[in-house]
């Protein structure tokens, strides 16, 4: 037991998922959260998050690989971690037809929770999330923002020690995402400790003390934010072409900034090119003349700090693309 | 007994959703009226035919056999209110807490036979307007609404299992418009099974919506022979435990497939 204490509030090893055939939604992924931690799990939609989430909150199973929370496992004894658990899924999964108190009365119910008790704490969350007003009516007549609190005022009726928060401020505007940015920090700061996935950098490197960053169902890169980067040397420079004469260009463009010595690990997507430099203000006229040689012509150029973006990049190969849109090719 | 308590809990917010919007059980409510006022008027001479075993009308004989063939099809529908909370991820927010899986199912089964309740009173009450005679009394009535309660509990979890395994309203859609007529059809809801051809007879007597039919319609006469109708009440309990067991089974395969 003494072990189980000094356990991490989430550990997955080797995790793997697969659905039908072909989608291997987690492909041996590793993920330890400290406990008390602020942790974000930040990917693109569809690199594993939601899945990992499921599997460590016992609503999925994994095919392979193991998950504890607070060293309990999640297959073996999901009653006991359901019971240490909150969760905030991505979609507000509270009930529109009933009104917010309805909703976490319920809640607690599902708990065991019942009585003056339940309705005392149901009461101090209502006031803590400022929704006492709208408390007796319909939640499908309350705004987007009001709800989304519900939806994680909802996951904390029975006190868990730790909560996952699925994509909490996807389609919030940003005063409402900001508020619940302070939500979080103060959850956080009573000891909670807390997982959210998002495919916001901003939202990682604003909130979170760790950031692990997933791919295709691995994690590739875990840290502080300001460790990721400063793991990264010098700043990012990024390139647009004038024109996209794409493949035939490519060859030479590679050429000519291979010749720029300082310049390192250039990645060619479409007109934009991205690549790291020791020094950006110095560089940037040598890869300019580099460019201008080889009849290449820039529409601009951008230096700049690295930023999880470039964390990103370095990790996968690919720019971060923010999804929400399909990719069209 | 908490499994219980959650039952009463999950029953208590879809009463809370029907306190509402109670005008829903009227949509429910249309086709018994139909098959009352039409089908009892049309057929109301059949009672003639040499063979017809029955005292009283042809509406008399009739009420039994329209409220269970309510229970079907008022209750198939219970699985679109799975589909509703799978698709508002209420479902994935339950299934992550220690609820029993089992009081989600019965949760819900016990509310739609009290809805089903709900509508026996009414029909019940218009049959009556209608000009229907209950030798059994209260008691009978309240006999045959309990058959067609455990006849609604079983629909119930058959359309909660298919919910949960197929995912999509037209499945529940399917099965519903699947049951509801044959196994109507297949029962003494409308016509003596001496009538019948002997195949429908035989089939009739392995169809528990022949056991609530026969059962409710023994009880409603004056001075019911209960060693008749206690085994097929006890048939159709049996059934709807089993229904429920399966229902809440199929939440496995749900997970594991999610």
């Known amino acids: 037991m003494v072990l189980a204490n000094d356990s991490p509030a989430i550990e997955a090893r080797g995790l793997v998922k697969t659905y039908g055939k072909d989608v291997r939604a ?5 993920l330890t959260v400290d406990r008390g931690a602020i942790h974000a799990l930040l990917g693109p939609n569809g690199a594993g998050k939601s899945t990992t ?8 199973r994994p095919d392979r690989g193991t998950a504890r929370v607070l060293g309990t496992d999640v297959v073996k004894d999901a009653e006991k971690v359901r019971r240490t658990i909150g969760v905030v899924g991505q979609n507000g999964a509270v009930d529109p037809e009933a009104t917010g ?10 708990y065991g929770m019942g009585g003056k008790q339940l309705r005392i704490r149901v009461d101090a969350l209502l006031a803590a999330f400022g929704l006492t007003e709208p408390a007796n009516r319909i939640v499908k007549t309350w705004s987007g923002g009001q709800r989304r609190k519900l939806d994680v005022a909802t996951g904390l009726v029975h006190e868990p020690r730790v909560l996952f928060l699925d994509e909490p401020t996807t389609g919030l505007d940003p005063e409402a995402r900001s508020e619940l940015w302070a939500e979080v920090r103060r959850l956080n700061a009573e000891g909670l400790t807390i997982l959210l ?3 916001y950098l901003e ?8 950031v692990a960053i997933i791919d295709r169902g691995k994690i590739v890169a875990r840290g502080a934010p300001d460790e990721l980067k400063s793991a990264l040397n010098g700043d990012s420079i990024v390139l647009e072409l004038a024109d996209t004469s794409a493949a035939a260009l490519n060859g030479r463009l590679s050429g000519a900034l291979r010749n720029v010595l300082e310049l390192s690990e250039p990645v060619i997507d479409g007109r934009t090119v991205r690549a ?14 580099a460019l201008d040689a080889e009849g290449i012509s820039v529409a601009s150029v951008t230096v700049a700090r690295p930023s999880l973006d470039d964390v990103y990049l370095q990790h996968t190969g690919r720019a971060y693309v923010p999804v929400t849109q399909e990719v069209s090719l | 007994m908490t499994a219980l308590v959650e039952t009463t809990r999950m029953t208590g917010r879809h009463l809370r959703f029907f306190s509402r919007q109670p005008y829903f059980i009227g949509i429910f409510l249309v086709q018994p009226v139909i098959w009352l006022l039409l089908f009892g008027a049309l ?3 059949v009672i003639n035919i040499p063979g017809f075993a029955f005292e009283g009308s042809y509406l008399d004989y009739l009420v039994p056999g329209v409220l269970v063939m309510t229970a079907l099809f008022s209750c198939g529908w219970a699985g679109m209110s799975i589909i509703e909370d799978l698709d508002r991820s209420i479902m994935a927010r339950f299934l992550v807490t220690p609820i029993h899986r089992s009081a989600i199912i019965a949760g819900l089964n016990l509310y739609e036979v009290i809805a089903l309740a709900i509508q026996a009173l009414i029909i019940g009450a218009l049959a009556l307007m209608l000009g229907a005679k209950f030798p059994g009394g209260v008691s009978g009535f309240a006999v045959l609404t309990l058959c067609a309660m455990l006849v609604g509990a079983s629909v119930s979890s058959v359309s909660d299992a298919m919910a949960l395994t197929l995912r999509q309203r037209e499945s529940v859609i399917g099965i519903n418009t699947l049951l509801t007529l044959p196994l109507t059809f297949l029962s003494a809801a409308f016509m003596p099974l001496n009538l019948a051809p002997s195949w429908i007879a035989t089939i009739a007597a392995y169809n528990p919506v022949n056991w609530a039919v026969e059962a409710g319609r023994q009880a409603l006469t004056e001075g019911p022979d209960w060693s008749f109708v206690l085994p097929r009440i006890a048939g ?4 709807a435990i089993v229904t429920t067991a399966w229902a809440t089974f199929t939440f496995r395969s749900y997970q594991r497939s999610i």
Do not use: C, W, Y
Not at chain 1, 53 to 60: A, D, H, P, R, Y
Not at chain 1, 101 to 110: S, W
Not at chain 1, 276 to 289: E, I, K, T
């Open chain 1, 101 to 110: 108190r309805e909703n976490m009365m319920l809640q607690g119910a599902m």
């Open chain 1, 276 to 289: 790291r430099v020791n020094n950006g203000a110095r560089a940037v006229p040598a890869v300019l003349a």
């Open chain 1, 53 to 60: 989430v499921k599997i460590v909150t016992t609503l999925s």
């Open chain 1, 26 to 30: 987690l492909d041996g992924l590793d």
């Open chain 1, 197 to 199: 996935t998002t495919h």
């Open chain 2, 43 to 45: 057929f109301q001479n």
């Open chain 2, 236 to 239: 159709l309990a049996v059934l």
């Open chain 1, 203 to 210: 939202e990682a490197d604003q909130l979170a003390g760790q």
